[in-house]
């Protein structure tokens, strides 16, 4: 059974400060991975994906891959009230196009 | 340009009655995703359209569910007999085709279902 696993949280974090998002993955075949945004009651949105080791950097977020240690990260800087929301963490291992999901981390930037 | 669109919105129906969510997917979208949410969880995935490949069902949880894409485009995901268990949002999600495994995948609005 393939598996994503994210810590559920909430994680909170002062405004301004940077948060730290975790997810592990049991497939070591996996190949791409990638970072939704959910606000309560709406759609997940993209925020990032991230295929090499290493890290990633798009404005204030920042998404690192391990392989070998088999996980991803996503950070944010300067974190603001409106990052409040579910992150959700999705795998692909890369023979088809589905995804794996994790269940997601609940983020609380506090002003 | 236009999203992935969903209908209804909201949908409340009484236990045994069968329901129909359409999905219309972004244009030139080749692939065509069906998730549940069920309050405070995670996505669980139903069923996977690509082009005019056969799905992939293994997602199904029952009998009662079943899904068509007509035409390449547009998606019905349908609930026979409903139940209360089938509560939850429905999320319509599609991808451009692009290298296996990196496209992004846009959701939709969602179908808010609610079995009495």
């Known amino acids: 059974q393939k598996e994503v696993e994210q810590n559920s949280g909430p994680l909170s974090v002062p405004e301004g400060a940077i948060a730290s998002l975790n997810c592990t993955y049991s497939d070591r075949v996996s190949q791409s991975f990638f970072w939704y945004r959910q606000y309560s009651g709406k759609s997940p949105e993209l925020i990032m994906s991230?295929?090499s080791n290493g890290d990633k950097e798009d404005g204030r977020f920042t998404a690192q891959l391990n392989k070998a240690s088999q996980y991803v990260s996503l950070l944010i800087r300067d974190s603001q009230p409106s990052d409040s929301a579910t992150y959700l963490c999705a795998v692909n291992a890369g023979n088809n196009r589905k995804l794996i999901w994790g269940l997601g981390t609940s983020l609380a930037v506090n002003p | 340009g236009a999203g992935v669109s969903q209908s209804p919105s909201n949908k409340v129906t009484e236990k045994g009655k069968d329901v129909e969510l359409r999905c219309d997917p972004i244009?030139?979208?080749?692939?065509l995703y069906w998730y549940r949410q069920s309050l405070g969880q995670g996505l669980e995935f139903l069923i996977y359209?690509?082009?005019?490949?056969?799905?992939?069902k293994s997602g199904l949880p029952s009998d009662r569910f079943s899904a068509e894409r007509t035409g390449g485009s547009v998606s019905t995901l349908t609930i026979q007999r409903t139940q209360q268990e089938d509560s939850a949002v429905y999320l319509c999600?599609?991808?451009?085709?692009?290298?296996?495994?990196?496209?992004?995948?846009?959701f939709g609005p969602g179908t808010r279902l609610l079995v009495l």
């Open positions: 244009s030139g979208h080749t692939a």
């Open positions: 359209f690509q082009g005019n490949s056969a799905p992939d």
């Open positions: 991230i295929y």
């Open positions: 999600a599609s991808s451009l085709a692009g290298e296996k495994g990196r496209e992004t995948q846009y």
